[in-house]
């Protein structure tokens, strides 16, 4: 059973910056690609970055660039995702997923797995 939870969301100002972070359990983390996706009211959900299984590729959406980073740690089975020059827009529900392959994704739908999400708030 693979679990994926994130945390790390809460009210940030407009500027601010905040790093998420997703914990694997159920199997062998460093195996896969990982990958954040974010929802916000009224929206589907959408892609923001991903990270093929040895962090060697990464892939943003063309309104994250160079704002997020995403990383991860294989040791600790966590893959972060690091937000600076937050904007209200940046307002939603983030999720991380995983997928069964060690590629990474830019497509919600090659993703298998995913946590419950962490709320980040942007206030202008």
């Known amino acids: 059973q693979v679990q994926l939870v994130e945390s790390g969301g809460g009210l940030v100002q407009a500027g601010d910056s905040l790093r998420l972070s997703c914990v694997a359990s159920?199997?062998?983390?460093?195996?896969?690609?990982m990958g954040w996706f974010r929802q916000a009211p009224g929206k589907e959900r959408e892609f923001v970055a991903t990270?093929?299984?040895?962090?060697?590729?990464?892939y943003y959406a063309d309104s994250m660039k160079g704002r997020f980073t995403i990383s991860r740690d294989n040791a600790k089975n966590t893959v972060y995702l690091q937000m600076s020059s937050l904007k209200p827009e940046d307002t939603a529900v983030y999720y991380c997923?995983?997928?069964?392959?060690?590629?990474?994704?830019?497509?919600?739908?090659?993703?298998?797995?995913w946590g419950r999400g962490t709320q980040v708030i942007v206030s202008s």
């Open positions: 990270i093929s299984w040895s962090g060697g590729s990464t």
């Open positions: 997923a995983t997928r069964k392959l060690r590629f990474a994704s830019t497509s919600i739908g090659e993703y298998d797995y």
């Open positions: 159920g199997r062998t983390f460093s195996m896969y690609a």
